[in-house]
């Protein structure tokens, strides 16, 4: 009952027919011929989850129970005879490189998971158990599934010193002291973990890269191997966040200029020493000219040629440069309202359009500021029509309760892979952009920031894991529904209980809106303690110098991005989008703040003033979170304890920080505005 073993839990299957028909199907020897490592690996998950769902044992070997049922796997050409029975050469050449193809043979009886690669087959066995486990029929399946993004990535922030930045699940399981961890058997787990949401690379350094960990690329390289070593047999690719300055740090070049000889000659050979060990090493993660993080912009180059020449370096060894558009300036007079952090990451990047090669990916935030409960979409989905991107969201909590409050992101996802930027004329929804069909990348996907630490349940509050599940889900496969993930989770991780699964699901599924409801309004965001983030602060970051405003006074709230009075960040977007948000009527509710000033009597949408849908959803939010925990407390008995201990005590803590939140905000706006709430409620 610690959450250790997350979806991996394999929880007791209830006895009843499909319980009869598991058994049937899988308690003979499972057919595995391989030795290959990843193989050998979907063997001992199979063994696991089978023992543990059903109580059978399950040996390997070619032998068929007695009966004849059996379930084969591997690779479509690795020898095994059914595998090569069952699935003719169109099957084969429906699956793809990571993809896999699973079906029950009445003439072979047999459950085949057949697939071109060995991580192909790993995805296909935890598929197969993933049915199991949520109770789903197996008696007549036939599905080919492939990944819908080829990169699938988790970033670490992770730092050397054993510290996580933005982490709340205690600290780094990768190093401590400045050591790499002896402790691979936690690392193991962790890729099992990684490998069965179907994360197939991970960067396993903090962006911001200080003076120690820019030696990773050189002294440390055989402790990177090592991970390496481990996350190879899970199919996942190691990354490497590095520092722009590298070869100054290092001392060997006086420099870090992208144009000087000196600098692309030591780069080049620090790629050839990586792959010497690091055979499939990924490429490099890179936070350049941000948040003073140094860059190209010291030598006056731009971001092209920096990352372009990290791209050379590589590029002969098959790697790839991941660059970070979050590029703003942190040093901002917070007196000029015409400055505008949310335009910096399209201003920056989509004149560059074109002139990155063509192996490196440049990695985007979801929105155009930094992963608030509610922002627009970054303007630079759609702009950047011959460039290789990877959106960036951030499964670690920082703006969203920090894993002390549930917030369930999925739903947020969604609704950004959903959102339409209108590019090429229309229907062409971040998904398309990301996935790399709408331009025909050569390289895409999706990659975000690691909620995980040494916390035993890996993730600090346990309901945070369906977000760390939920995003690998969705990486690989966008149009599976926030729901459907969530029913995922919780049967892998509480067992098929459908009274318990009710209650998880209505929790998870409201858990955004309700964060959202007590916490900034309209979009506006912010309002958190400076440098920490957790807890309600109005004015925090107001007079600061991060670009993060609210601009509250008397008469009104929000930040004026229109093209007219504001700062034009509105026409950033395409077509209608660029009207919709520009308009004071169109603008939807939501976001309402984020694009424009407006007086607290300034009716929305809903019909409401923003006065009064400040103290509602406040009032209403606060007590949501009450209902959070009385929901949960239903479960008593009903789930392990240890489990239904954990998640109670985050959610007594919700509710009574929720209190804080709520009369921070309303007290603020009620004194700031003069105006009294229309249900007279009490207001401080
Ligand atoms: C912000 C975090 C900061 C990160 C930065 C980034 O507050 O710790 O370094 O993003 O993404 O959200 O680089």
Redesign the pocket.
């Known amino acids: 009952g610690s959450g250790y073993d997350a979806w991996l839990s394999y929880p007791k299957l209830p006895q009843g027919n499909l319980y009869k028909q598991y058994v049937k199907w899988c308690r003979a020897a499972v057919s595995v011929t391989e030795e290959q490592d990843t193989v050998q690996a979907a063997l001992r998950e199979w063994q696991r989850g089978i023992t543990s769902m059903l109580d059978i044992e399950s040996e390997s070997g070619a032998e068929p129970a007695a009966d004849g049922f059996t379930v084969a796997f591997g690779t479509f050409h690795g020898g095994n005879p059914l595998i090569e029975a069952i699935f003719d050469e169109a099957a084969i050449q429906a699956v793809g490189p990571e993809g896999f193809a699973v079906r029950t043979s009445l003439t072979h009886k047999c459950i085949a998971v057949g697939a071109s690669s060995p991580a192909g087959v790993l995805y296909g066995v935890f598929h197969l158990l993933r049915l199991i486990g949520s109770q789903k029929e197996i008696e007549r399946l036939d599905e080919t599934v492939n990944p819908v993004n080829a990169l699938r990535m988790i970033n670490h ?1 992770d730092n050397f010193d054993g510290s996580v ?2 982490g709340y699940s205690g600290r780094s399981f990768l190093y401590e002291n400045n050591r790499f961890t002896d402790d691979l058997d936690r690392i193991t787990d962790y890729a099992r973990l990684m490998s069965t949401a179907g994360i197939n690379a991970i960067a396993i350094n ?3 890269v200080h003076a120690l960990e820019t030696l990773f690329i050189s002294t440390y390289l055989p402790d990177v191997a090592r991970i390496a070593d481990v996350f190879r047999i899970y199919g996942i690719r190691l990354f490497l966040s590095v520092n722009f300055a590298g070869p100054m740090h290092e001392g060997e070049v006086g420099t870090a200029d992208p144009l000087d000889a000196g600098v692309r000659e030591w780069w080049k050979k620090k790629a050839a020493e990586i792959y010497a060990v690091v055979p499939d090493f990924g490429g490099f993660v890179v ?1 350049a000219d ?2 003073n993080r140094p860059g190209p912009f010291t030598y006056g180059r731009d971001h092209a040629d920096g990352a372009n020449m990290l791209a050379e370096a590589l590029e002969p060894f098959g790697g790839i440069v991941i660059w ?1 558009c ?1 590029v703003y300036n942190c040093k901002q007079d917070w007196r000029d309202r015409k400055t505008d952090r949310a335009r910096a990451a399209y201003d920056h990047f989509k004149p560059l359009d074109g002139k990155f090669h063509d192996n490196v990916i440049l990695q985007i ?1 979801n929105g155009p500021m ?2 608030q409960v509610r922002e627009p979409v970054s303007p630079l989905f759609g702009a950047l029509e011959q460039t290789n991107q990877v959106i ?1 969201f ?1 499964i670690a909590q ?2 969203t309760g920090q894993q002390r409050h549930v917030c369930y992101l999925v739903p947020q996802w969604k609704e950004i892979m959903e959102f339409d930027t209108l590019a090429k004329g229309g229907a062409a929804p971040v998904k398309h952009i990301v996935d790399g069909s709408l331009w025909g990348n050569r390289f895409s996907g999706v990659a975000a ?1 690691s909620n995980v630490g040494n916390d035993l349940n890996w993730t600090g509050h346990l309901l945070a894991q369906a977000n760390l599940y939920g995003f690998g889900r969705l990486a690989w496969n966008p149009e599976l529904s926030a729901e459907e993930i969530a029913a995922e989770w919780i049967s892998l991780t509480f067992g098929t209980d459908a009274a318990v699964a009710g209650v998880i699901s209505r929790i998870l599924l409201d858990s955004w809106e309700i964060y959202e409801s007590y916490t900034a309004p309209l979009g506006v965001g912010w309002m958190i303690n400076p440098e920490h ?1 957790y807890g309600p602060n109005v004015d925090g970051y107001e007079y600061s110098q991060w670009g993060t405003y609210h601009y509250a006074d008397h008469q009104g709230i929000g930040v004026d991005r229109t093209v007219a009075t504001g700062t034009g960040y509105s026409a950033q977007y395409m077509g209608s989008n660029a009207q919709r948000y520009d308009s004071l009527e169109e603008c939807p509710d939501e976001l309402l703040l984020f694009f424009h000033h407006v007086p607290y009597t300034h009716v929305l949408n809903s019909g409401k003033t923003v006065i009064q849908h400040i103290y509602d959803t406040h009032f209403a939010g606060a007590e949501r979170a009450d209902g959070l925990l009385a929901a949960w407390s239903g479960l008593k008995g009903s789930i392990a304890e240890g489990l239904y201990a954990q998640v109670e005590e985050r959610l007594r803590g919700q509710a009574a920080h929720s209190k804080e939140w709520r009369d921070q905000i309303n007290t603020y706006f009620y004194r700031k505005s003069g105006i009294e709430d229309s249900g007279a409620r009490k207001i401080y």
């Open positions: 922030w930045e933005r903090n962006v911001n936070k941000s948040e970070r979050f935030k930094d992963f960036e951030q920082e703006y920031v983030h």
